[in-house]
């Protein structure tokens, strides 16, 4: 106990010793992540509209709910030979099911409604070419059993390849600010040992563990990095709520995209966690230079 | 308690700090450290408390071997050995109690602990009315007292004593010398390196004279210049 107040005394002291460098240290720590949660929670967004169309896959044929066995497997043998398509994956009752969960993951009302059966097979598509994608739609469109055939917009590939651009983009940027803000907390646990250099000369004369002359430093670097992260939590969860009224809208191009508390929360986490090890691993090099026994 | 065999320190560039040491220092014992400056004195303190390692031979602190002690263990050594310096390093932020309990406080140990030593030592070296002052508000002889009791006040079983009157007039310098008696009358070896003639010939304790390196007196009631 009388071990913990010394502890949380220390840390506190030391952080108002510095106001500047640490809020310095917390505001690029801020930044960075949340750029970083920023891109990821748009990503994760995007990818839940966009999940058919990866790996190439340019269409999927939806299979009556009431198509025979044979008719299915007609299809797919098929599309198996078909010299316009490069490959196929099939999803049955059960896939269809799973898929419809990630949906419709707000509404357990409806999942709980609906069962494997309700949900039609599909087959998804990756063409030998972009360009044959029209000349594939229309050759199975009207075949026995096929209900609809549905391609990835234009637009939507558009979309994706300039996402994937920024995604770039934004985390090189985020992973320099990360870098700078790690610099920072090294360099203020630094400041915070010299100040405190004879303290630590003493302690170590009278033989406090090396562990107790670090703590007060490490909790130091670890309280700003959960604070930078705290606020960059608090703007992921802020942007979250921006990007639900935007994709909600109606009339919007991306209304098939969505946004999830499940998503906001799991990079919340990522960015708090992030956050910490940033302030843990700066002060722990800034440490380095003054504790060697 | 102390025991040094044919330790050999040679630092960066050849430099031969201690050559073939070999001496022995038993509980209890009142020893002088004495030689020219560069003589190796600071060496022979700084194995001791292991911010240095032997480059040949073996240092022994109460039968164990400390240049080969883990890192992690040598906090533990340094609890058993007592340390003043000449410049006090005193911390001029806390006040005198404050800078006493810090060396308790450091090491873990509980809060009544600190509030039953930290006032006795502070009787002992006489500084009780002192409590509350800063280190700046003290004369240097008072500034030693305390330094001495936040070297004592964890009971070590060595106390090293580097100089610790190096700064200090004459007068002052008796009233110190008479303090690190009491302490080693209480069972604690003492070992003090110094300069100090007066001090030396005054006390007539052991004397181990070191010049370049080497051990060149080992008197058991020696005086300061004899023998060389």
Known sequence: MARLTYFVRETFISLRRNVMMTIAGIMTVAISLVLFGGILLVSATVDHGTERWKHGVDLEIFMKVTASDQQVKAIGDELRSDPMVKSITFLDHNAAMNEFKKDFANQPALIESTTPENLPESYRVVPVKAEKTEQIRIAYKDQLGVDTVITAEQQVKRLLTVIRAIRIFFVILATVLLASSLFLIVNTIRLATFARRREIEVMKLVGASNWFVRVPFMAEGFVQGVIGAGIAFGAVWFLRVVIGNFVSHPNSIVNSFRVTDTDAIGIGILVLFIGAMIGTVGSAIGLRRFLEV | ?228
Not at chain 2, 72 to 96: A, E, H, M
């Open chain 2, 1 to 228: 308690m102390i025991r040094f065999e044919d330790v050999t320190k040679v630092y960066k560039g050849d430099v031969v700090a201690l050559r073939d040491l070999s001496l022995e220092i038993v509980k209890g014992e009142f020893v002088f450290l004495v030689g020219p400056s560069g003589s190796g004195k600071s060496t022979f303190l700084k194995l001791l408390l292991r911010d240095e390692v032997s480059t040949a031979g073996r240092v022994l602190v109460a039968g164990r071997d400390i240049g080969r002690l883990g890192a992690w263990k040598v906090p533990s050594l340094r609890r058993n050995i007592g340390c003043v310096f000449q410049d006090f390093k005193l911390l001029p932020t806390k006040t005198v109690y404050e800078n006493v309990a810090f060396a308790l406080e450091v090491i873990g140990r509980p809060k009544h602990i600190v509030r039953t030593q930290v006032p006795q030592i502070l009787d002992l070296v006489g500084l009780s009315k002192k409590a509350e002052n800063f280190p700046t508000e003290l004369s240097g002889g008072e500034q030693q007292r305390v330094s001495i009791a936040r070297a004592f006040v964890n009971r070590p079983l060595i106390l090293l004593a580097d100089e610790p009157t190096g700064n200090l007039d004459p007068a002052t310098t008796v009233g110190i010398m008479r303090l690190l008696d009491r302490i080693n009358r209480t069972g604690t070896t003492v070992v003090m390196a110094t300069h100090d003639q007066r001090i030396v010939d005054a006390m007539r304790r052991r004397v181990l004279e070191l010049d370049h390196g080497s051990l060149v007196r080992d008197q058991a009631r020696g005086v300061y210049g004899v023998g060389t």
